[in-house]
């Protein structure tokens, strides 16, 4: 049955997508959104509800008040843990398993997608689920939460934060590399749940379509790519991905 709710997928991109060897995915924090997690730009719930992201993201933010960024982070950690991937997510996997070249670039620091099974992922913005010494740059795992907020590394005492990418911060060097080619070779690009307005990432699917491959956007809200995307699919991408899923690999 149709979720009335789904838009009506295009019988030719079906067909250009089951014919498609190299398929790459673009998502942003609405794949997530029907797991409970509040999108980037979406207002922030409870304690929060007074702040905006764009304001808490970044070093100076973090340099003006460690501990308030912190305990944001400590809060949106608790709220990642107890999600779980929701039907967009799985979708994905199962694309992973049809396509011979599939590449999940990923915006989302929530960790979903590989929780859900993706394996191909990258992640451009880091993952909330680690936590890095924002002064030697190395990966830690122990610390003690009840000291102080933010705690300090046991090695250099330097401030811990999370390893994502703030505003202003290079995007990690490998995975754009690998973003930037796999927008450049594929033949069709899907863009989910992504407000485009942040970049060098907003510049993936600009990249895919100079190239000549298909680009499709699953989003509820009309963004500045919907009027050049060649499939606008406007809905959820937890009912369109597994709609779109099921029609063009009929099990
Ligand atoms: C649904 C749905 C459902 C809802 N189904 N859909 C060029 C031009 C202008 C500015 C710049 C530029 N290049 C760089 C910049 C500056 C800046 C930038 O882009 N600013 C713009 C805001 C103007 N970029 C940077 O600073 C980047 N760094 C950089 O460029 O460095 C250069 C450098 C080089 C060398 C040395 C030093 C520096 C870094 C960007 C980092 C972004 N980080 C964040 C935070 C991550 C950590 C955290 O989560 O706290 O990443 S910001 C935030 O935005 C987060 C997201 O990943 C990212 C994208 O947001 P996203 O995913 O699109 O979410 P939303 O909320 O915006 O949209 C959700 C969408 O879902 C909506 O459209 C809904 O309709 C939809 N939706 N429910 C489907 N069920």
Known sequence: MIDQDTPVIPPELIKTLRA???VVVLTGAG???ESGIPTFR???TGLWQKYRPEDLASPEAFRRNPGLVWDWYTWR???VSSAQPNAGHYALVAMEHQVSDFTLI???VDDLHRRAGSRAIIELHGNILRTRCSKEGILVSEWNEAAESPPHCQKCGGLLRPDVVWFGEA???EALTQAMHAAQQCQVFLAVGTSGLVYPAA???RIALQAQAVLVEI???RTELSSVVTYPLAGLSGSILPELVTQTWPK
């Open 20 to 22: 498609a060897h190299s």
């Open 31 to 33: 794949v997530s959104a």
């Open 42 to 44: 979406q207002a922030q």
């Open 77 to 79: 950690r608790g709220l």
């Open 106 to 108: 990923t915006q989302n």
């Open 219 to 221: 989003n509820p809200q």
């Open 171 to 173: 995007l990690p060097t």
């Open 203 to 205: 510049n993936l699917p």
